[in-house]
């Protein structure tokens, strides 16, 4: 009984620490939405729900347990009574006979009074120890019951975002600037082509032009590694001080640029890790659809200083070096879906999804590295370059610090006197 006893103890702590893991769990995914890119609504109803769902079955091993307590300090108050039944006949053996058979009884007496006792005393360690889990138990049931009281009252509240998202919504970041939102920060847009509204974030600067931001580097955080569907519905984490980074996802990013009267500009902004900053933008930036593999377009690049790396570069292994890297026209490419123009897989060499062609002059997401530099050594298996690069900048063995892609519709870029086409810097955009 008393291995019975401790079995079901065994068992109770092990559920106990799966509703306590399941509340720590509960509360690292209201800041940890992954597989729910976007979602700012964290809740624990679902804590609630669980306990709810396991506390009677909890309650009903500690009713158990004590039953077994019972059980076990009864059979031990009998063996006692047996022991000392026994010390008595034993005493009454020794007086009543002195005969040699009757010693040898006496002698087998004792050995069966030490056994019990014994017994007796491994029980009743059994016995506190058991009392001492049950003790410890009911203690931390009182404060699952208090914190499953707690969580029952804040499911019953109103569910609010925890981090601040603007009111102003539109089709896009400009347009949302359009109609009066001057702080960058998190907005619900609904493009057009778009089944539903999404969260964005908006960098809106001083001249009200509104930028979409669908992709940015910052300090490694996340991990660019990532499958087909995970690059489709995007994935890291959005915030309203812009200090995380992530990918918005490709079909976002489709209806971002499709369908538009107004042709979209994709500026790439570009740090090093000596804290220079340089750009590049390319007119009529569109993305495809998922059956046609989020094929990358643009019409031209036209301008900055970063370069025109999309356009692929002569690294002089090949004659048709730069026909190999040009980025423009190319299908996006995961490790599990490969569309490159490669006999093996780009994005699985490299670690990251990518309009890949054979392989890149390009690569946003590529690996970060801390400090830039890195060799085909640090490149793991494969020894191909697949940090994040911009060739016509620094080279393909130098990793970037920080990088930002994001959409502005070409009617901004004149308003504030800038020049167009072919020049390397842009002046304000206006509407």
Not at 27 to 33: H, I, R, V, Y
Not at 54 to 77: F, Q
Not at 247 to 259: A, D, P, Q, R, S
Not at 291 to 308: C, H, P, Q, S, V
Request: proline content about 3%; hydrophobic content about 35%; some cysteine.
């Amino acid at each position: 009984m008393a291995t019975l006893a401790l079995q079901a103890t065994i068992g109770l702590l092990f559920l106990l620490a799966s509703v306590q893991a399941q509340i720590r769990g509960d509360n690292l995914a209201s800041c940890s939405q992954n597989d729910g890119f976007g979602k700012y609504c964290p809740t624990t109803c679902g804590v609630a729900d669980y306990m709810f769902r396991y506390l009677p079955g909890v309650t009903t091993d500690l009713m158990d347990m004590e039953r077994s307590l019972e059980i076990i300090a009864n059979m031990t108050t009998d063996t006692e009574e047996k022991v000392v039944y026994m010390k008595d006949s034993t005493t009454s053996a020794q007086k009543s006979s002195q005969s040699e058979t009757n010693f040898k009884r006496s002698a087998s007496m004792l050995d069966d009074v030490l056994r019990f006792e014994k017994t007796i005393f491994a029980q009743e360690q059994q016995i506190l120890e058991l009392q001492k889990v049950l003790t410890s138990n009911q203690r931390r049931m009182t404060e699952l019951d208090s914190m499953s009281a707690q969580l029952k009252q804040k499911c019953q509240e109103p569910c609010q975002d925890s981090v601040e998202i603007q009111p102003t919504t539109g089709t896009d970041c400009q347009d949302v600037a359009n109609k009066g939102a001057t702080t960058s920060g998190l907005y619900f847009v609904k493009p057009a082509a778009a089944p539903e509204q999404f969260l964005v974030y908006c960098e809106i600067d001083e001249f009200r032009r509104g930028f979409t931001v669908i992709q940015r580097r910052r300090d490694g955080s996340a991990d660019f590694n990532k499958n087909w569907i995970q690059y489709k519905n995007g994935f890291g984490y959005l915030s309203p001080d812009d200090s995380t980074e992530f990918w918005l996802g490709n079909e976002k990013i489709h209806w971002l640029t499709v369908g538009k009267s107004i042709p979209t500009v994709l500026r790439i902004d570009l740090v090093d890790w000596q804290g220079n900053k340089k750009h590049a933008d390319y007119n009529m930036f569109s993305l495809g659809p998922e059956i046609d593999m989020f094929r990358l377009t643009y019409g031209y690049y036209m301008g900055g200083e970063a370069g025109d790396a999309f356009s692929g570069f002569d690294f002089g292994d090949d004659p048709s070096d730069k026909s190999y890297t040009m980025h423009n026209g190319q299908q996006f490419s995961t490790f599990d879906k490969d569309n490159d123009k490669y006999d093996g897989n780009c994005a699985q060499q490299d670690g990251s999804g990518w309009w890949m062609n054979r392989c890149h002059a390009a690569h946003l997401n590529g690996k970060y590295y801390q400090g830039g530099t890195y060799t085909a050594k640090d490149a793991g298996e494969f020894g191909f370059d697949n940090g994040i690069i911009w060739v016509t900048w620094h080279n393909r063995w130098y990793s970037l610090k920080e990088t930002t892609m994001k959409l502005i519709p070409f009617t901004r870029l004149a308003a504030e006197g800038g020049q167009q086409g072919g020049m390397k810097e842009f002046g304000g955009l206006g509407v």
